[in-house]
């Protein structure tokens, strides 16, 4: 199996298009051949997916009048995750065993026995530099049409702290936004949190995750590239025991495309 991420176009002919959202954890998907490198057991396997998955966000963040374009790794974060440095020596969750690359589940048991040189270059051959290239793409896009660019980082987080994580405070909000230090803007932050507060959310920014993800190449050197990270907790719109939504799924769905409009609508007034 070959990347094929998918980048869709967003609805609407009038609005400036020019968010590119990025959904990185959605899939559950593990190629046979991928999951022949997990030591794990069926049963672990599908305990560690629902604990790691964020389920269902390629739905939850919906189509809005601005989206230019969205890029959806195909494959779990258990293959790969694309969110994390490529060197370990830059990923701090990589202490933990979670790198771009993990050998270790959320509780700290072995996901892959070994993960030697060539095993690891050959998946990020495989999976992680083409994703990165394939968003880098997105934005440079939006940029030769639009001259500047807002990334979308969408995501959804455990209600109760998974073993792994390193802020393990209980009280999580039910939304939470990331911001990086150079590349989202001021008041960008702020405004998307008093839309979700207005919408009935409780919120935090930076907590219990912080930073928003923006492409190597752009990274503190192109600040026409924005960035801001929106994270759902999943008990506001799915049962985490079995992994079934919840009939508020519609609405929940219906106030985070409130919040990706905001968020583009405040990054073009700006």
């Known amino acids: 199996m070959t990347v094929r991420q998918s980048i869709e176009t967003g609805n609407g002919m009038d609005a400036t298009k020019i968010a590119v959202l990025h959904i990185p954890h959605s899939s559950r998907l593990i190629p046979a051949d991928e999951r022949a490198q997990l030591s794990v057991s069926e049963l672990e396997l599908e305990t560690e997916l629902l604990r790691m998955t964020d389920a269902f966000t390629a739905e939850l963040f919906p189509p ?109 909000p039910e939304i939470c936004i990331g911001t990086d230090s150079l590349h989202t803007a001021h008041g960008l932050a702020g405004a998307v949190a008093d839309a979700a507060g207005k919408l009935g959310f409780t919120v935090a920014v930076d ?50 495309g409130t919040l990706v409009s905001t968020a583009a609508t405040f990054f073009l007034s700006a």
């Open 64 to 172: 809005t009048l601005h989206e230019a374009e969205r890029v959806v790794f195909p494959v779990s974060r258990l293959v790969c995750d694309v969110e994390r440095f490529p060197k370990d020596a830059d990923e701090p969750m990589a202490g933990r065993g979670m790198g771009a690359i993990y050998g270790a589940t959320s509780t700290g048991s072995r996901l892959r026995a070994t993960v030697s040189v060539a095993e690891r270059e050959r998946v990020m051959t495989r999976w992680y530099w083409p994703h990165h290239e394939l968003l880098t793409s997105a934005i440079d896009k939006v940029l030769r049409r639009e001259d500047r660019c807002l990334i979308i980082d969408c995501h959804s987080f455990a209600d109760r702290p998974l073993p792994h994580e390193p802020d393990q405070d209980p009280q999580r």
């Open 207 to 256: 907590r219990p995750f912080a930073g928003a993800l923006i492409p190597a190449k752009h990274y503190g050197a192109d600040t026409r590239v924005q960035s801001i990270m929106i994270e759902v907790n999943r008990r506001v719109y799915m049962n985490e025991l079995t992994g079934d939504r919840l009939v508020s799924f519609e609405k929940c769905r219906e106030a985070v």
